[in-house]
């Protein structure tokens, strides 16, 4: 069964970091792209980020782009978003999300989502 | 590129028909775009790539449609399972965007 699990969400003040985690079952890691899609409380979805099935390219919403790193350690089955200078527009449930082939094609299972709130 | 979801809400009784648009700024390359349905405290579920292929086990009533800028989602009769939130999402282009959704509700 295929299961992607997110960590790390929390309250952090504006200008903070965070670290979010997916951690990847029940499929062959290595072969999919992967990304993260955030949704505001009571707004729709935006796609925020993705990487590659090799984890060389990598991709980013203009909205977060300089700020957010995504990256992938293929050992551990694991993606991460690294979230630097947030701000309260960042707030938001985190999806973690796998493509269905090796590009970021369409998003064929999500998890369960980790919220991130920014404020003082 | 922008995606537009109409109508924002479409009110309908089970057993109707509902037909969900969605309206690319410019034309999606190869047809790259799916349809999610997302119930409330749910993560979103794939339903339709590449406009019209339904995703794994997603019941035939759904249906997709369109190419280059026009898309359409029917749903051929509503199940009470179905009434959620809908969005559109173009992954041909750089960067990936989603439309902003349009509600199913029960009349």
């Known amino acids: 069964e295929v299961q992607l699990l997110e960590s790390g969400g929390d309250l952090v003040q504006p200008g903070g970091s965070l670290r979010l985690s997916c951690a990847a079952s029940?499929?062959?890691?290595?072969?999919?792209?992967m990304s993260w899609v955030r949704q505001a409380p009571g707004k729709g979805l935006e796609w925020v980020s993705g990487i590659g099935a090799s984890g060389d390219s990598t991709y980013y919403a203009d909205s977060v782009k300089g700020r957010f790193t995504i990256a992938r350690d293929i050992s551990k089955n694991t993606v991460h978003l690294q979230m630097n200078s947030l701000r309260a527009g960042d707030t938001a449930k985190y999806y973690c999300?796998?493509?269905?082939?090796?590009?970021?094609?369409?998003?064929?299972?999500w998890g369960q989502g980790t919220m991130v709130t920014v404020s003082s | 590129i922008v995606l537009t979801q109409s109508p924002g809400t479409l009110s309908l009784s089970p057993g109707e028909r509902a037909t969900l648009s969605c309206r690319a700024s410019?034309?999606?390359?190869?047809?790259?775009l799916a349809w999610y349905q997302q119930k409330p405290g749910q993560a979103p579920r794939l339903l339709i790539y590449?406009?019209?292929s339904r995703a794994t086990g997603i019941p035939d009533r759904f249906s997709g449609s369109g190419s280059g800028t026009d898309f359409t989602l029917t749903i051929s009769r509503l199940e009470p399972e179905d009434f959620a939130v809908y969005y559109c999402?173009?992954?041909?282009?750089?960067?990936?965007?989603f439309g902003q959704g349009t509600k199913v509700e029960i009349k």
């Open positions: 590449g406009a019209s």
């Open positions: 029940g499929f062959t890691f290595s072969t999919y792209a």
């Open positions: 410019q034309s999606v390359s190869s047809n790259y």
């Open positions: 999402q173009q992954y041909g282009n750089s960067p990936r965007t």
């Open positions: 999300a796998k493509h269905e082939g090796n590009w970021l094609g369409a998003l064929d299972m």
